[in-house]
């Protein structure tokens, strides 16, 4: 099956010959459909806390940040080029003349004013075709701009990563998502001297910009919060790379005989999630953020989350505590059953007739489990995940963030329950990562490898399978404790096309 350039390759990744064969095994076997239950709805596993119990967790936040003893990062997967930002506007660039304008075309020319890179794009036209922006639009050299914006000559934008676009316009100048996240830092992820810790996910081929526009800003929102920034970044592993393979489910070979190993998706960096250093760890993606003026609700409700996760925690360790120990009293682990049930959302119909050692060793096993924290939206319509009752492989039943990906469609109720869900994930976590004895959890072990998925790809005109890892936030997470709280909508801005930068919130 593999020659010697293949071992080489293997190699080179770090990935077993068994880890290839595992893999091509899934494409053959394919992934089981998840078992759902329910989706998650407020009072059924998604708590709405009272204004009351709102300012009773930003105050446990505090308490716990002015702990010198704990530590924060906030972890912002930042590696995704921006380049399916623009595609309506590279359909336009190679349409023909006549052909009509998309609405994300159209309101891209409508608003181009109003665009955080509006000056920097103006310069670029005046460089490249001596004329400014809006002069070319109105002579009807629109592809002239777009071709500004995005080639290498221009901008660039179509090949640089979203964090480094400017989205936000401000009297001092243009930010980037990059620097909205180091101001977020600054204002719910401080730690008691003055540390504001941010690791990014970054692609190899732009590292060094982030960097570059870090040093170039971080003294300035340092010296404007009063803060000193801690950046780091890691690349995704060349280990967590997966085998792409033919329609009949062999190797997928290039023109020079050599495998095709493409990126796992996200799921991926939960080998760079499991590096961080910390006690809690924020995450969130790059493309979701706001101006300033509209920063309070993101601030409140990341407190809240924060310090409902370390509410919990300090009762979850005083639990393990007791149970690490040994001899406790039927009645006080039915209290910890209760509480496992109730307060983490994980039931087992089996627990309720277990006793004594055994009840002991399942409580302890499924309290000692990174935890966190999930902010959910109402579900106005956007694609992607949601919250959900799921049975998992020891037949127990906990919340789960689902893509449609892992539910079978065929199934009229799974169907049903899936398009009937009343909330969306926006990728808005809180997580406690270390235990009780204060060692880091190893989260690879808490993946479920049942969750991954097969999509198809196309590579030089050649139809492909790929596979993708169990997602971050999905499968990645699957043996963790969850805890899911309903969360403005305010809090969710993200950019997935050009066209988005000109809604309200981004203005």
């Given at each position: 099956?593999?020659?010697?350039?293949?071992?080489?390759?293997?190699?080179?990744?770090?990935i077993?010959?068994?880890?290839?064969?595992?893999?091509?095994?899934?494409?053959q076997?394919?992934?089981?459909?998840?078992?759902i239950d329910s989706?998650?709805t407020?009072?059924?596993?998604i708590?709405?806390?009272?204004?009351?119990?709102?300012e009773?967790?930003?105050?446990a936040?505090?308490?716990?940040?002015?702990?010198?003893?704990?530590s924060?990062?906030?972890?912002?997967?930042?590696?995704?080029?921006?380049?399916?930002m623009f595609?309506?506007?590279?359909?336009?660039?190679e349409a023909?003349?006549?052909?009509?304008?998309?609405?994300?075309?159209?309101?891209?020319?409508?608003r181009?004013?109003?665009?955080a890179?509006?000056?920097?794009?103006?310069?670029a036209?005046?460089?490249?075709?001596g004329?400014?922006?809006?002069?070319?639009?109105?002579?009807?050299r629109?592809?002239?701009?777009?071709?500004?914006?995005?080639?290498?000559?221009?901008?660039?934008?179509?090949?640089?990563?979203?964090?480094?676009?400017?989205?936000?316009?401000?009297?001092t100048?243009?930010?980037?998502?990059?620097?909205?996240?180091?101001?977020?830092?600054?204002?719910?992820?401080?730690?008691n001297?003055g540390?504001?810790?941010?690791?990014?996910?970054?692609?190899?081929?732009?590292?060094?910009?982030?960097?570059?526009?870090?040093?170039?800003?971080?003294p300035?929102?340092?010296?404007?919060?009063?803060?000193?920034?801690?950046v780091?970044?890691?690349?995704?592993?060349?280990?967590?790379?997966?085998?792409?393979?033919n329609?009949?489910n062999?190797p997928?070979?290039?023109?020079d005989?050599?495998?095709?190993?493409r990126?796992?998706?996200?799921?991926?960096?939960?080998?760079?999630?499991?590096?961080?250093?910390?006690d809690?760890?924020?995450?969130?993606n790059?493309?979701?953020?706001v101006?300033?003026?509209?920063?309070?609700?993101?601030v409140?409700?990341?407190?809240?989350?924060?310090?409902l996760?370390v509410?919990?925690?300090?009762?979850?360790?005083?639990?393990?505590?007791?149970?690490?120990?040994?001899?406790?009293?039927?009645?006080?682990?039915?209290?910890?059953?209760?509480?496992?049930e109730?307060?983490?959302?994980c039931?087992?119909?089996a627990?309720?007739?277990?006793?004594?050692?055994?009840?002991?060793?399942?409580?302890?096993?499924?309290?000692?489990r990174?935890l966190?924290v999930?902010?959910?939206?109402?579900?106005?319509?956007?694609?992607?995940?949601?919250?959900?009752w799921a049975y998992?492989?020891?037949?127990?039943?906990?919340?789960?963030?689902?893509?449609?990906?892992?539910?079978?469609m065929?199934?009229?109720?799974s169907?049903?329950?899936?398009?009937?869900?009343?909330?969306?994930?926006p990728?808005?976590?809180?997580?406690a990562?270390?235990?009780?004895?204060?060692?880091p959890?190893?989260?690879?072990?808490?993946?479920?490898?049942?969750?991954?998925?097969?999509s198809?790809?196309?590579?030089d005109?050649?139809?492909l399978?790929?596979l993708?890892?169990p997602?971050?936030?999905?499968?990645?997470?699957?043996?963790?404790?969850?805890?899911?709280?309903?969360?403005?909508?305010?809090?969710?801005?993200?950019?997935?096309?050009?066209?988005?930068?000109?809604?309200?919130?981004?203005?």
């Amino acid at each position: 099956m593999t020659n010697n350039e293949d071992k080489a390759l293997l190699q080179q990744k770090g990935i077993s010959e068994e880890r290839l064969q595992q893999m091509l095994l899934n494409f053959q076997t394919g992934f089981p459909f998840l078992a759902i239950d329910s989706a998650a709805t407020l009072g059924h596993g998604i708590l709405s806390p009272s204004e009351t119990e709102q300012e009773a967790y930003i105050a446990a936040w505090h308490r716990y940040i002015a702990d010198e003893e704990h530590s924060v990062v906030k972890f912002v997967p930042a590696s995704g080029a921006a380049s399916r930002m623009f595609k309506d506007l590279f359909a336009f660039a190679e349409a023909a003349d006549d052909a009509p304008l998309s609405p994300v075309v159209a309101t891209f020319f409508e608003r181009l004013p109003d665009a955080a890179f509006f000056p920097d794009l103006n310069t670029a036209c005046q460089r490249l075709y001596g004329s400014s922006a809006l002069s070319l639009a109105k002579e009807g050299r629109k592809r002239d701009v777009v071709k500004a914006l995005l080639s290498k000559e221009g901008l660039n934008y179509g090949a640089l990563p979203k964090g480094l676009l400017q989205f936000h316009r401000y009297g001092t100048g243009a930010r980037t998502p990059f620097e909205e996240h180091l101001v977020e830092g600054a204002l719910y992820a401080r730690e008691n001297d003055g540390n504001v810790a941010v690791h990014f996910t970054v692609s190899p081929e732009h590292r060094e910009l982030f960097q570059n526009l870090c040093t170039k800003v971080a003294p300035i929102y340092e010296q404007a919060y009063g803060v000193r920034f801690n950046v780091s970044y890691s690349e995704q592993k060349p280990s967590t790379d997966t085998v792409a393979v033919n329609a009949d489910n062999t190797p997928f070979r290039q023109a020079d005989g050599t495998l095709l190993f493409r990126p796992g998706g996200h799921g991926a960096l939960i080998e760079n999630l499991n590096e961080i250093q910390a006690d809690v760890v924020f995450v969130k993606n790059i493309d979701n953020v706001v101006p300033d003026h509209l920063k309070a609700d993101t601030v409140r409700w990341k407190q809240v989350l924060a310090g409902l996760l370390v509410d919990l925690q300090e009762q979850v360790f005083s639990y393990l505590e007791e149970l690490s120990h040994g001899d406790v009293p039927e009645e006080r682990m039915q209290e910890i059953l209760r509480f496992l049930e109730e307060k983490l959302c994980c039931r087992c119909e089996a627990a309720e007739g277990m006793a004594g050692l055994e009840l002991l060793d399942y409580l302890f096993c499924k309290l000692n489990r990174p935890l966190r924290v999930c902010g959910m939206v109402r579900n106005v319509g956007e694609p992607g995940g949601g919250p959900f009752w799921a049975y998992n492989a020891d037949g127990s039943l906990s919340l789960q963030i689902l893509e449609s990906s892992q539910i079978d469609m065929q199934d009229s109720r799974s169907k049903a329950l899936f398009e009937g869900g009343t909330h969306f994930n926006p990728v808005d976590l809180v997580c406690a990562v270390r235990d009780y004895e204060d060692e880091p959890f190893f989260l690879p072990d808490f993946v479920d490898e049942a969750t991954g998925f097969i999509s198809h790809k196309s590579k030089d005109g050649r139809e492909l399978k790929a596979l993708e890892l169990p997602g971050l936030w999905n499968g990645a997470m699957s043996d963790w404790n969850t805890v899911f709280v309903e969360v403005p909508s305010s809090t969710f801005n993200p950019v997935k096309t050009v066209a988005d930068l000109f809604r309200p919130q981004h203005q």
